[in-house]
């Protein structure tokens, strides 16, 4: 290389901080499009204010409010009654990108300690402005408060604090303000009122106050006071580990041996495996995890693919339930049925534990409306967070609308009054993208949507099927009902006989044709 080329590493060398990388590229953020932008930031927010009360076994309560102070100048308010945030980790949490408390294999719906501080650097490039953070914390059973104005420094990803007092506050929980230009609220299927909707049948032990830009108050108000158990974090399964996984984990193990390291940092690894390990691969185990090779951690790989192991546990794993999503649907959309089905827990990958859970809530207000009709529509969440958008990439919507409808009753899927629920529960969600917008079609995961769908389909076709036949055994009776009595009459005329007594009778008729629609018996 020419002598001049070389100097210009002197010269030009420089090294990027986290926030001046996503200041260049805020779509890998998710704010692509205006109204795409302010969903996410909806979605960071509600997230992190879930995370928080939640671990803190509060049942969490939102207060929401969107104000339009010019053409696409927003300010957003987002309140909540979570624990708090720490005087001291206030600038790191909303100014540090990649700082947080979720770097854990644990099922949580943050895990990169980027929302929140991506959502100020939007602000602040969008409109200059600083944010506003009130926290009130309790500590040592004293309740304390605190009031700050900050800045991002993008070149040190750090916050700047311009302004901070003490204040007086009611309960603990997070206060944030924040300025947004280049983003829109809208009430379409990707919109920030959408997001909440959906979130609110995910979430029924939440409840959110939203106070729209149009002068609309929304109160989602709580359908069940359960709070989500808290998920244990799992050791990865060694058919789901890597070699880069093995050398990063030699790098930073405290254990002393190979072996020590395998079994404290991997799930089902006894001894007995470790023994069949060192047979297969012909290594000795007892070496010291730092001088393990790229080599040795691929052949381990190797071997753990040959091995037979138990599943991943499923502890780590929480699902909404059946009891809660039906709740929600009920809660949210009135229908006049619903079916839920949470699936047991299987593995994608070789290793991956996940679980699927369906719901299909009819009638009411299912579906979403369209002029004046209401259409079917497919609600995507992974962990409990709905996912507005790439749904057509989604393996969510191919299991979904391969289904033969038909099947269940359904002859145009798209103009019927459904909201099909769809969750993927894991500690390892296959995204396609960082966006966390579409899951893969993984076709365990895909044949998993598939039957949890169809069993609460096959339900819904029962109740459909049950509810076609009162119809028509409506009619039928009306129709004895009209006729009979009259036949009666003019037949005892004709052979000049009182008129029995039919009301019995008649009953039994009618009962017989209901039952007969219905494929049951007199007798049962
Ligand atoms: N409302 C809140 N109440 C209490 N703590 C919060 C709140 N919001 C954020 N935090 C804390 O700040 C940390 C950083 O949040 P941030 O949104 O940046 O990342 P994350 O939630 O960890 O992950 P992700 O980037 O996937 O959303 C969190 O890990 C949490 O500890």
């Known amino acids: 290389m020419a002598r001049q080329a070389l100097d210009l590493f002197d010269e030009g060398f420089q090294e990027l901080t986290p926030s001046e990388f996503f200041r260049k590229n805020k779509q890998m953020l998710g704010f692509t499009g205006k109204i795409r932008s302010l969903t996410i930031v909806f979605h960071e927010l509600i997230t992190n204010s879930f995370d928080a009360a939640e671990e803190a076994g509060i049942l969490p309560e939102i207060k929401i409010d969107l104000k339009r102070i010019g053409k696409d100048h927003y300010i957003l308010r987002h309140q909540d009654n979570g624990p708090g945030i720490p005087e001291k980790y206030i600038p790191k949490v909303f100014c540090t990108m990649f700082?947080?408390?979720?770097?854990?294999?644990?099922?949580?719906?943050?895990?990169?300690?980027?929302?929140?501080?991506?959502?100020?650097?939007?602000?602040?490039?969008?409109?200059?402005?600083?944010?506003?953070?009130?926290?009130?914390?309790?500590?040592?059973g004293e309740?304390?408060?605190?009031?700050?104005?900050?800045?991002?420094?993008?070149?040190?990803?750090?916050?700047?604090?311009?302004?901070?007092?003490?204040v007086e506050v009611e309960d603990t929980g997070v206060c944030i303000e924040l300025h947004f230009k280049d983003v829109s609220y809208s009430?379409?299927?990707?919109?920030?009122?959408?997001?909440?909707?959906?979130?609110?049948?995910?979430?029924?032990?939440?409840?959110?106050?939203?106070?729209?830009p149009t002068g609309n108050r929304y109160v989602f108000n709580r359908a069940s006071d359960v709070i989500p158990p808290m998920p244990k974090e799992v050791l990865p399964h060694p058919w789901g580990v890597t070699a880069d996984d093995l050398?990063?984990?030699?790098?930073?193990?405290?254990?002393?041996?190979?072996?020590?390291?395998?079994?404290?940092?991997?799930?089902?690894?006894s001894s007995k495996k470790i023994k069949e390990l060192e047979e297969l691969t012909g290594i000795d185990l007892n070496k010291r995890p730092k001088d393990m090779k790229w080599e040795e951690a691929e052949s381990i790989v190797e071997a753990f693919k040959k091995m037979k192991f138990m599943s991943p546990p499923t502890s780590g794993l929480i699902p909404i339930g059946e009891e809660q999503i039906e709740k929600g649907m009920r809660e949210i959309l009135q229908p006049e049925f619903t079916a839920t089905v949470t699936r047991k827990p299987k593995t994608y990958r070789g290793g991956i534990?996940?679980?699927?859970?369906?719901?299909?809530?009819?009638?009411?207000?299912?579906?979403?409306?369209?002029?004046?009709?209401?259409?079917?529509?497919?609600?995507r969440f992974a962990n409990r967070v709905p996912l507005t958008f790439d749904a057509g990439?989604?393996?969510?919507?191919?299991?979904?609308?391969?289904?033969?409808?038909?099947?269940?009753?359904?002859?145009?899927?798209?103009?019927?009054?459904?909201?099909?629920f769809v969750n993927i529960v894991s500690t390892n969600v296959p995204y396609l993208s960082t966006g966390k917008q579409s899951v893969a079609p993984e076709p365990e995961i895909l044949h998993e949507i598939r039957q949890a769908t169809m069993i609460a389909a096959r339900k819904l076709y029962k109740y459909l099927r049950k509810k076609k036949a009162a119809k028509e055994e409506a009619e039928r009776a009306k129709v004895f009902e009209t006729y009979v009595p009259v036949i009666i009459k003019q037949a005892a005329l004709l052979a000049e006989r009182e008129a029995p007594d039919y009301r019995e009778l008649l009953d039994t008729v009618t009962r017989r044709a209901k039952l007969e629609i219905l494929g049951e018996s007199l007798d049962e």
Not at 100 to 121: A, D, E, H, M, Y
Not at 152 to 159: A, I, R, S, T
Not at 248 to 268: I, P
Not at 357 to 375: H, L, P, T
């Open 187 to 212: 009430l379409s299927e990707q919109g920030a009122y959408e997001y909440i909707r959906r979130t609110m049948i995910a979430n029924p032990h939440a409840k959110i106050i939203f106070n729209d």
């Open 247 to 269: 050398i990063f984990m030699a790098k930073h193990t405290d254990k002393r041996r190979f072996r020590s390291m395998l079994t404290s940092n991997l799930s089902r690894m």
């Open 143 to 166: 309740l304390k408060g605190v009031k700050m104005t900050l800045k991002m420094d993008v070149k040190k990803n750090q916050g700047l604090i311009l302004e901070k007092e003490e």
């Open 353 to 379: 534990a996940f679980v699927v859970e369906a719901g299909i809530a009819y009638g009411g207000n299912s579906g979403r409306m369209v002029g004046d009709q209401r259409k079917a529509e497919i609600m």
């Open 99 to 140: 700082a947080g408390s979720k770097f854990r294999n644990i099922q949580s719906r943050g895990q990169q300690g980027l929302g929140c501080s991506g959502c100020v650097l939007l602000s602040q490039m969008t409109t200059g402005k600083p944010i506003k953070v009130i926290s009130g914390t309790r500590e040592n």
């Open 393 to 420: 990439s989604c393996a969510i919507t191919e299991g979904v609308k391969s289904l033969d409808w038909r099947r269940y009753g359904i002859r145009d899927l798209e103009n019927t009054p459904l909201t099909i």
